[in-house]
């Protein structure tokens, strides 16, 4: 078991350019989530997608990001056009049921998150 | 507005005595709760959680108290080792299939 892999793991950018942060989940896995991690807010839900449908959306910060899974192995964050206040640690992370996490029998598993820094 | 919060950005810690970790939450529908960890450059992994049926849940070296009343929950680790250094985050959730909220995490450091 690979685990969930994301890519890349560093990203440096310049404000105005388009980012987009790639993400590989557990194979079976039905569930993949899109999380922020800031000093100020910790762990922040921004999507998630079951069976590869988009759930909810309700912490995507603005228009200006934008998630896809086009089949069950691959998902994509991308953000256009990219802000300094958009630096953070990006998660994806995924689990066997619709749960998400909120049983012990199927917890989220995580990447180890790309850190992205916007200039 | 957070609605899980862990108040103590960090703990220190002697090695074999106990860590207490807390985390605060505001919405009373919250019905289960988790635990975290994580270490540098790695994503956090699941470390134990708790039902709102129950107040306490043990695993081996760690127990998770809930505290309905108080909207309050705490996880224990005794005793306490230098590998338990890590980020540890409280999350939440409203019934089973809905999407976890986190807190900010506490910072723990055992030292030896």
């Known amino acids: 078991d690979a685990g969930v892999i994301q890519s890349p793991r560093h990203e440096v950018t310049e404000m105005g350019q388009e980012v987009t942060l790639r993400c590989k989940p557990i194979?079976?896995?039905?569930?993949l989530f899109w999380y922020r991690q800031t000093m100020m807010r910790g762990l922040e839900l921004l999507i998630y997608?079951?069976?590869?449908?988009?759930?909810?959306d309700s912490g995507m910060p603005e228009d200006r990001f934008s998630a896809k899974m086009p089949n069950a192995s691959f998902s994509t964050l991308k953000i256009q056009p990219s802000e300094p206040r958009d630096s953070a640690v990006y998660f994806c992370a995924s689990s066997l049921f619709s749960a998400g996490g909120t049983s012990s029998n199927s917890p989220l598993h995580f990447g180890n998150g790309t850190r992205l820094t916007v200039t | 507005d957070q609605q899980v919060k862990q108040n103590s950005p960090s703990l220190s810690v002697q090695e074999g005595r106990i860590s207490i970790l807390n985390c605060d939450y505001t919405?009373?529908?919250?019905?289960?709760f988790l635990w975290y960890k994580k270490y540098p450059a790695e994503g956090p992994t699941f470390l134990i959680s708790i039902s709102s049926i129950k107040d306490k849940n043990e695993d081996g070296r760690f127990t998770v108290f809930l505290n309905k009343s108080a909207k309050h929950l705490s996880l224990h680790i005794v005793p306490s080792q230098p590998g338990d250094s890590a980020v540890y985050f409280c999350a939440a959730s409203v019934g089973y299939g809905n999407k976890l909220v986190f807190g900010a995490g506490t910072i723990l450091r055992v030292k030896s």
């Open positions: 919405n009373s529908m919250f019905d289960y």
């Open positions: 997608f079951n069976n590869n449908v988009p759930i909810d």
């Open positions: 194979s079976g896995h039905n569930s």
